[in-house]
């Protein structure tokens, strides 16, 4: 069955540290994996995606995220966190249905920056 | 360039009442749609999708239903709310399949806050 495991429920960084946001998937074909951000009150804003190809993708606000298949991880990070990177963080993945395309999110991270 | 819509943008109904939201997407033609819901500090809930008009999928069984008399809307409905349909909605749409099987990423409107009282 296809899921998803964010681990970390809620990070807090300083200002200017690294980031790297956990994500690990369950799938048995060769993955669609996406993150999301969202901010209090807001809908989804896709961040990045991995289809195939290299398996270091760059998305927006400057991060990036890492596909490793041994490990069954996408993770996400960014080298300085600025404080309007506060929100909360989703991963997921795309599976193929013959009645349509699902997605399967993860519970979401929670991001707090403190200056 | 698509957009997608929600609306209304907040919604406090009582228990019992009745429930209609709706989801347009401009921009595209033939997507799939989706409708999500997310408790407070939770993660996403698929409820119901769509890959054409009048095709509707549902993933959770519960007082809800879903509906698509056109190709860009999607509407949402209920007929008594409970006290457990409070919540954060959230539709999204993706392109249809793609050749060899490939999967297009979702975008996601700005959801609806219903609050039921």
């Known amino acids: 069955a296809q899921s998803v495991t964010q681990p970390d429920i809620h990070i807090t960084v300083s200002e200017g540290a690294s980031l790297e946001l956990r994500c690990n998937y369950s799938?048995?074909?060769?993955?669609?994996l996406f993150w999301y951000v969202q901010s209090p009150g807001q809908g989804l804003q896709l961040l990045l995606k991995y289809f195939s190809g290299d398996t270091l993708v760059q998305g927006i606000k400057g991060f990036e995220a890492e596909f490793k298949r041994s490990q069954s991880s996408f993770n996400l990070r960014k080298p300085s966190v600025h404080w309007s990177d506060a929100a909360e963080y989703f991963c997921?993945?795309?599976?193929?249905?013959?009645?349509?395309?699902?997605?399967?999110f993860g519970t979401g991270t929670s991001l707090t920056v403190i200056p | 360039s698509q957009t997608i819509h929600q609306w209304p943008a907040t919604l406090v109904q009582p228990v019992g009442s009745p429930l209609s939201l709706e989801c347009t997407v401009e921009g595209t033609s033939n997507p799939n749609l989706y409708w999500y819901r997310q408790a407070a500090g939770r993660g996403l809930q698929l409820l119901f999708y769509?890959?054409?008009?009048?095709?509707i999928s549902s993933e959770v069984p519960q007082n809800l239903s879903a509906s698509r008399p056109q190709d860009r809307q999607f509407i949402l409905s209920s007929k008594k709310l409970l006290l457990s349909d409070s919540g954060f909605y959230l539709c999204a749409w993706s392109a249809p399949r793609g050749g060899q099987g490939h999967i297009y990423e979702q975008y996601f409107g700005p959801g609806t806050r219903l609050t039921v009282t």
């Open positions: 997921a993945v795309g599976a193929l249905f013959r009645t349509g395309n699902q997605f399967y």
């Open positions: 799938y048995g074909a060769t993955p669609y």
């Open positions: 769509s890959v054409g008009i009048g095709q």
